[in-house]
């Protein structure tokens, strides 16, 4: 829609991970540093973490297309996490399109090791990607620990991400983890844009879709950019992506301060945010946000503290992720029947041939 408008050559603010999108901000360049060295060492956990929309995902995506052999990488990923010890095993055989419905824990761990061994001895390297760690429970990841101690000659055959938000780090703490803490090879903690790498995040990815200052974003939209969204990329990208589509349907060729807010108001207003809850929480530039002190502080008198807007946000955010997910698998699940149904139709027009049809 808007693409034409201003002669864009695709969208840039999408909200799929995308690593042709990806931007070396100081923390993102640090954590993709810190993430290679940890596949380097082909083994244990490497642990993500950060708020949500902070890029875990792309980030990791574009770890695996800076890896030499790609062709010999074996990824999956795991989305479902809110699942029991052999729940989570089932999944994990799922994943790597293993047979997984009727079979019992034993049965679940010999097929996924049997499919890890066999892949080893072709020279591919399986990893697993987890995500929304944070919601796994304790014995869940001691079955992930458990799989990332399988190997033969003193190779480990599953190398495991874990992504998850910040609380994910408290619940590694926890005593019964220790086993799992000592598995992990390599871990960081994604922070928020700071204003000067919000201006180089938008400008980032307007130039990968040939944008050419049309249209032209003034200095004080940044500044109101960086304020409505604290430096997170996905909420960066929702505004801008309607910042785009405001401009095309009034004809704007300049995005200004009056008109973010303009915007940013109308998105609060779709999530029902309550306008005494916008104040947005500011990074502190040391990978940490304010929210922690403004979620803590008490009321006072006008409205809700501002720390709930950020929980009511991600709160949306995880629902409509959790939405998307659920319509992928019934339209995958959807596609699987048409396929079977034409494969039966297939037979049967067999069937209906002379002297074709069985006695």
């Known amino acids: 829609m808007y693409e034409s408008y201003y002669k864009l050559s695709g969208k840039p603010f999408q909200l799929a991970p995308d690593p042709y999108f ?3 901000s100081s923390t993102h360049k640090r954590a993709l540093a810190y993430l290679k060295y940890g596949v380097s060492q082909s083994e244990g956990f ?3 973490t950060g708020d949500v929309g902070t890029g875990k995902s792309t980030l990791v995506r574009t770890l695996f297309n800076t890896l030499e052999k790609k062709d010999d990488l074996i990824a999956g990923q795991l989305m479902n996490t809110q699942l029991d010890s052999t729940n989570i095993l089932r999944m994990v055989a799922a994943t ?7 079979a019992d824990k034993t049965s679940l761990l010999k097929n996924i090791e049997n499919f890890l061994m066999a892949r080893h001895k072709e020279g591919k390297r399986c990893m697993l990607v987890v995500d929304e760690a944070q919601n796994l429970p304790f014995e869940s990841l001691e079955e992930l ?3 990332s101690n399988m190997h033969f000659k003193g190779k480990v055959l599953l190398q495991i991400f874990l992504l998850g938000q910040s609380e994910f780090r408290d619940n590694l703490r926890h005593p019964n983890l220790e086993q799992v803490r000592q598995r992990i090879t390599a871990s960081y903690h994604l922070a928020h844009l700071d204003p000067t790498e919000t201006i180089g995040y938008v400008e980032h990815r307007l130039k990968k879709v040939d944008w050419k200052n049309d249209p032209e974003f003034s200095k004080d939209a940044y500044h109101a950019i960086y304020e409505c969204t ?9 505004l801008c992506d309607r910042l785009l589509l405001y401009g095309f349907l009034e004809e704007k060729h300049v995005i200004d301060d009056a008109i973010v807010r303009t915007v940013a108001q109308e998105l609060r207003a779709e999530l029902m945010v309550p306008e005494s809850n916008a104040q947005p929480i500011r990074s502190n530039g040391a990978g940490h946000t304010a929210g922690h002190a403004a979620s803590a502080a008490p009321n006072n008198g ?3 503290p501002a720390g709930n807007l950020e929980q009511r946000i991600a709160q949306l955010e995880q629902e409509l ?3 998307r997910r659920r319509f992928d698998k019934e339209r995958d699940f959807m596609r699987k029947v048409v396929a079977i149904s ?7 027009d067999e069937f209906d041939r002379p002297g074709q049809r069985p006695s």
């Open 22 to 24: 990806f931007f070396g």
């Open 46 to 48: 490497i642990v993500v």
């Open 96 to 102: 790597f399109g293993l047979a997984h419905q009727a």
């Open 145 to 147: 620990r458990m799989l």
């Open 230 to 238: 604290a430096g997170v990329p996905r909420r960066i990208n929702t």
């Open 302 to 304: 006008a409205g809700e």
């Open 321 to 323: 992720e959790r939405m």
């Open 342 to 348: 034409f494969n039966f139709d297939d037979k049967d």
